[in-house]
T-cell receptor, first 110, second 114 residues
Framework: GQQLNQSPQSMFIQEGEDVSMNCTSS?????WLWYKQDPGEGPVLLIA?????ELTSNGRLTAQFGITRKDSFLNISASIPSDVGIYFC??????????FGKGTKLSVKP | DSGVTQTPKHLITATGQRVTLRCSPR?????VYWYQQSLDQGLQFLIQ???????AKGNILERFSAQQFPDLHSELNLSSLELGDSALYFC?????????????FGPGTRLLVL
């Protein structure tokens, strides 16, 4: 079935550093979504991308929809402690269901 | 707060038992989705209901079933529980049934099967 491969699996960074994570697939996705999950909470949508090549920002977060429609990346600039959590990419599968990557766990050292 | 509520927050039960998880969608949302999140499998889509009817099915076991009631709340029934069913179960809702719609997730029910 369709899969999303997310990397890295985890990151340990210093407060103030920039972060980059990405998501790839062997199949084409027409929408890419990025979610963040805080401990003990459900995922929250950060950014949605609907067009190949699209670059969208949400505060310190920037995400891009790859030209091939098989990848996407998420950047976080000037990280702060509250950026800690698990970041998931997701895309709509061919059967109409949302498919999630395995997540990137971000830890920020003050 | 996403507006999606789930009960109970935690559930501990034994193998072979049956449990029911409950979800109330955001006001006005007609679609409800159920997901299972485990450490090794990540977030897996189980099933979607739209306005009371099953709309899409994912990796849902035959031992699991769901329904959506006229007031739009939904229940996920898990029976003949096994140790491997221990996971976080999330419910999400969206306004309609189409792709590209934002899904709002509830806080989840943590199920532990002993």
């Amino acid at each position: 079935g369709q899969q999303l491969n997310q990397s890295p699996q985890s990151m340990f960074i210093q407060e103030g550093e920039d972060v980059s994570m990405n998501c790839t697939s062997s199949s084409i996705f027409n929408t890419w979504l990025w979610y963040k999950q805080d401990p003990g909470e459900g995922p929250v949508l950060l950014i949605a991308l609907y067009k190949a090549g699209e670059l969208t920002s949400n505060g310190r977060l920037t995400a891009q929809f790859g030209i091939t429609r098989k990848d996407s990346f998420l950047n976080i600039s000037a990280s702060i402690p509250s950026d800690v959590g698990i970041y998931f990419c997701a895309g709509w599968g061919s059967q109409g269901n949302l498919i999630f990557g395995k997540g990137t766990k971000l830890s920020v050292k003050p | 707060d996403s507006g999606v509520t789930q009960t109970p927050k935690h559930l501990i039960t034994a193998t072979g038992q049956r449990v029911t998880l409950r979800c109330s969608p955001r006001s006005g949302d007609l679609s409800v989705y159920w997901y299972q999140q485990s450490l090794d499998q990540g977030l897996q889509f189980l099933i979607q209901y739209y306005n009371g009817e099953e709309r899409a099915k994912g990796n849902i076991l035959e031992r699991f079933s769901a329904q959506q009631f006229p007031d739009l709340h939904s229940e996920l029934n898990l029976s003949s529980l096994e140790l491997g069913d221990s996971a976080l179960y999330f419910c999400a809702s969206s306004v309609s049934q189409g792709r590209g719609e934002t899904q709002y997730f509830g806080p989840g029910t943590r199920l532990l099967v002993l």
